[in-house]
């Protein structure tokens, strides 16, 4: 077992908080145990474990663990300290399941279990093979949105685009999926999230025209269950022209309801987001080749968002 620190950082922590600051990770606080056997859907209700990336499937990143309050948290005190191995930017949060935490930083993507009975150890860490033709096309730093985790494995993508499954008590690769390719300007930086019997990832690259998606993986095999696009086809979006719904109008979208707000072949690197318009139905003029569609604040959705 790898060393963290001193003898005083075997004091019994169970999470409350962690907070990254440049290429430290301090913890402060304490909580408690679930077996890793339950689902996420009962494992949420529980405040004492942080069990997916926004905490619950509402997605608030909320806690409602009354411990640390206004009254008190001027007297916080750094517990332990680690160094995470990387001097790049840190925007992942930890997955913390009973006396586990798991994190995963940015590029090279190691991911570290630590028990917090001992947090002067690592359990194990994960060091991915590195790709050097990700960074190069890695827009806003290599950065990483943390891991996931659903019975017993914890879901990790590396910035090269492979989604790694690990034995959450081993660290071994279970599985391994290759869902983006650099080479075609494609990126992973976002958290997984699991539901159901499925991960569900996307792909970044709107910089270099990669025309983005969605894709669920089977949860224990890895086996790709679907991939739905941006925009295209509705085939290729997996909407129905008969059976989707057009928020703003209360009709059926239609066929090619995607492609028809772009000009020309337009569609084909228009966006690597899956994102969802505020105002359904509303579209702006058309951007330029290879820009980047946006949500705007005050008029709803930029060409091929609908």
Known sequence: MARLGGSS?????????????????????AQAQTPASTSLTSMQKNPDNWVMPTGTYNNWRY???????????????VAWSMSTGT??????QPIVIGNMMYYETSY?????????????????????PHD???????????VNRGPAFSDGMVY???????LYALDAKTG?????????????????????????????????????????????????????????????????MLMS???TINGATGKPIGAHSSIKTWQGDQWKVGEPHVLRDRQPGHVEPEPTPRQEPLVDDHHGAQPGNR
């Open 156 to 162: 990790a993508d590396a910035l090269d685009g492979v």
């Open 241 to 243: 022209a008969t059976h």
């Open 63 to 77: 806690s409602p663990l009354k411990q640390i309050n206004t009254n008190n948290v001027k007297n916080m005190q």
């Open 172 to 236: 071994k690769v279970v599985w391994q999926a290759k869902n983006a390719h650099p080479q075609d300007g494609q990126t992973m930086t976002g958290a997984p999230m699991v539901v159901g019997k499925n991960v569900i990832v996307g792909v970044a690259g709107g910089e270099y025209g990669v025309r983005g998606y969605l894709t669920a993986y089977d949860a224990k095999t890895g086996k790709q269950v679907w991939r739905a696009y941006s925009e295209g086809p509705n085939k290729d």
């Open 108 to 128: 090279p993507n190691y991911v570290y279990a630590i028990d917090l009975n001992h947090p002067d150890q690592i359990a194990w860490k994960f060091e991915p």
């Open 87 to 92: 001097d790049r930017g840190l925007e992942g």
């Open 9 to 29: 950082l075997s004091r019994s922590l169970r999470l409350a908080t962690l907070g990254v600051i440049g290429a430290g990770a301090f913890v402060l606080g």
């Open 132 to 142: 050097s033709n990700a960074p190069p096309v890695a827009c806003c730093d290599v």
